[in-house]
């Protein structure tokens, strides 16, 4: 089992809609999670982290953390084609090395 | 504040030589984090490296070998290249103190072209 485990997609949502990306772990004792953008060509930025249960708002964006289920997902509301990009879930492994998912890749369509 | 700087951005190699790329943090970073990406496997995680010592290691050949300057800078180094080893190279500084936070600031990235 992978340590980060995310849909390759791509998932395609239209323009306005609401766009569900999720991502699960295998740690049961990761403390912090991270999103992180990528667009096509360009390095991966920083977006989002979350470190406890529940849901964390940022604009548009929504992190949603459940660690019964070790599972974590970023919701991207009124979606737009600028957020078109590659969404990298992140994960601190008990060693201490940052540990990123494939990646879920998104296509917003006008 | 100036970025992440990688250099080169670009370079061509054949297969058995060596490389060097190099890695300026952001002012005040201490800790240099090296990843390579492919399209098969995503990013992966290469070491780590915090006041010239490092401090987490993935899992690649001793081919791969990195090292962090006084003043942070990295360098990492491929040797005996092999067709498999092309890939973009990322390197990401953060504030990390004892643990890796996980904010990472990536730079441009070195892309790595072996024939």
């Known amino acids: 089992q992978k340590e980060v485990e995310q849909n390759s997609g791509p998932l395609s949502v239209p323009e306005g809609a609401i766009a569900s990306l999720n991502c699960t772990y295998s740690?049961?004792?990761?403390?912090?999670f991270f999103w992180y953008r990528q667009y096509s060509g360009k390095s991966p930025e920083l977006i989002m982290f979350?470190?406890?249960?529940g849901d964390k708002e940022d604009g548009r964006f929504t992190a949603q953390l459940n660690k019964a289920s070790q599972y974590v997902s970023l919701l991207i509301r009124d979606s737009q084609p600028s957020d078109s990009a590659t969404y990298l879930c992140?994960?601190?492994?008990?060693?201490?090395?940052?540990?990123f998912g494939q990646g879920t890749e998104l296509s917003v369509k006008p | 504040k100036a970025g992440v700087t990688q250099t080169p951005r670009y370079l061509i190699k054949t297969r058995g030589q060596q490389v060097t790329l190099s890695c300026s943090p952001i002012?005040?970073?201490?800790?240099v984090s090296w990843y390579q990406q492919t399209p098969g496997q995503g990013l992966q995680f290469l070491f780590e490296?915090?006041?010239?010592?490092?401090?987490n290691k993935g899992n690649f050949p001793g081919r791969f070998s990195g090292r962090q300057f006084s003043n942070s800078r990295s360098e990492m180094n491929v040797s005996t290249l092999e067709l498999g080893d092309s890939a973009l190279y990322l390197c990401?500084?953060?504030?990390?103190?004892?643990?890796?936070?996980?904010?990472?600031?990536f730079g441009e990235g070195s892309r790595l072209t072996v024939l």
């Open positions: 990401a500084s953060s504030l990390a103190g004892r643990e890796n936070t996980g904010e990472l600031f």
């Open positions: 740690d049961r004792g990761s403390q912090s």
């Open positions: 979350i470190y406890s249960n």
């Open positions: 992140a994960v601190p492994n008990q060693g201490g090395k940052l540990i």
């Open positions: 002012s005040g970073h201490r800790s």
């Open positions: 490296y915090f006041s010239e010592t490092q401090r």
